[in-house]
């Protein structure tokens, strides 16, 4: 990342993207940067890194012994700030614990940003199958929650998530050439909801479906997800996708969305 580069448009503000860039290079691999180490994960000078990370910690928002710099709580503002605007966070959680009971697995809510899904709400229930918590990150293509939000998104972000193809290739089973995941859109739209099937992680199924706003495109996705060795692809579909369209359904209901009538 070039410190010189040219914004998109003359009304942005380079040091608000510089500050925005820094504070997104930390996460659970990189906790504490130096100056030194901020400036190369941003590309950034050392003198642009270091006045914004000590602006950081001017207003609150990091950390520093002298030396290394870390993010402090009130970071968490700006994270349940975009969770509070949600219109779904506080109604989906009941849905959401009442599903993740009936099925005894772990369930979650996510949104997608770009090619990724982020988790909003996540209820587990077993240990052990997948570190994952509210803010955690995953490829959209080879995950249920991604592909049920992609195969109800209005069509231009379809077109534009197709037109990045092919997908990186995560284990045998993911999904990698746009023509194979468009014709596996179609499937999701027709049923309803979308599988994954040791897709990004060997030994982990999961079925999701869309929460639908009222002009019936995908604002959020719910999967329920469980061991491949203990739970069947046949279990998989039968019990557990029914359940979890049934309850996007009531969280969709909540935002306006009404499913047409069948004849």
């Not at 997608?112 to 803010?135: K, S």
């Not at 990004?200 to 495109?217: C, N």
Request: a neutral charge; hydrophobic letters at 40%; proline letters at 6%.
């Amino acid at each position: 990342m070039s410190e010189e580069r040219e914004t998109a448009s003359p009304h942005v503000i380079t040091s608000v993207v510089k500050s925005l860039t820094l504070l997104q290079v930390f996460s659970d691999d990189i906790p504490r940067v130096t100056v030194s180490r901020a400036a190369e994960l941003t590309g950034m000078t050392r003198p642009s890194a270091r006045r914004i990370l000590l602006t950081f910690v001017d207003q609150g928002f990091m950390y520093t012994d002298g030396r290394e710099y870390w993010l402090s709580p009130k970071v968490m503002r700006l994270g349940f700030g975009y969770l509070s605007t949600l219109p779904f966070w506080e109604t989906a959680q009941p849905h959401l614990r009442e599903l993740a009971t009936a099925l005894q697995e772990s369930c979650s809510l996510a949104t997608l940003d770009g090619d990724e899904v982020v988790y909003v709400i996540r209820v587990p229930v077993r240990e052990g199958l997948l570190a994952l918590n509210v803010g955690s990150r995953l490829p959209a293509h080879a995950t249920s929650l991604g592909k049920a939000l992609l195969a109800t998104s209005r069509p231009e972000t379809v077109e534009r998530f197709l037109a990045s193809g092919p997908f990186p290739a995560l284990t045998e089973n993911t999904i990698t050439e746009a023509t194979e995941m468009e014709a596996e859109f179609a499937r999701i739209r027709r049923r309803g909801y979308a599988t994954a099937n040791g897709e990004r992680e060997l030994g982990v199924r999961s079925a999701a479906a869309p929460v639908l706003g009222a002009d019936g495109y995908s604002v959020a996705a719910i999967n329920v997800t469980a061991n491949s060795v203990r739970v069947s692809q046949q279990t998989l579909v039968e019990k557990y996708a029914p359940a979890v369209v049934r309850t996007a359904g009531a969280i969709s209901a909540t935002l306006g969305y009404r499913a047409d009538p069948t004849p």
